[in-house]
């Protein structure tokens, strides 16, 4: 009962994530089944032509293009991998380089207290607190 379910959810969940990925490689196969057919075709209408010369040029276009294709698809998923990174590693890395510059900036300090600024203040009050006194004042 709950298999369908599962499937279900875990498909929908690999295509959230990487639905561009497997357009991509869809569009990649198909670029190199069409490009394997219009191959097909042109040896085929050189052989009826007895043009057995061109057939080389014909091959060697062929991996050319098949070359160009995997290429473009090789380097739009790393674009893309690029791009894509989880926030939490951007946000660690920001995070990283203010406490670096903050560290540094106190050079007396061997450890740097992150509440020091709470500490010295005489009312401390939330953002509930705040919105508790708006409406008492509003009444």
């Known amino acids: 009962m709950f298999s ?7 498909l929908a969940s690999f295509w959230l994530k990487y639905k561009s990925n497997i357009i991509k ?3 990649a196969i198909l670029a190199l089944a069409i490009v394997h057919y219009v191959y097909q075709d042109v040896v085929e209408l050189f052989s009826l032509n007895q ?3 061109y057939l080389m ?5 062929k991996w050319l293009v098949i070359l160009l294709i995997i290429g473009t698809y090789v380097f739009s998923l790393k674009s893309a991998a ?8 951007k946000k660690s890395a920001k995070t990283a380089a203010a ?3 903050t560290a540094s900036s106190k050079l007396g300090s061997e450890t740097a207290d992150p509440f020091e600024q709470l500490r010295h203040k ?9 919105m508790l006194e708006k ?4 009444k």
């Open 99 to 101: 406490t670096n510059s």
């Open 25 to 27: 490689t869809l569009f």
């Open 122 to 130: 005489d009312k401390l009050r939330s953002r509930s607190d705040l």
């Open 51 to 53: 043009q057995q010369n």
């Open 82 to 89: 690029k791009n894509n990174q989880p926030l939490n590693v």
């Open 4 to 10: 369908p379910l599962i499937r279900l959810g875990l």
């Open 57 to 61: 040029y014909a091959l060697v276009v």
């Open 135 to 138: 409406k008492r004042l509003q």
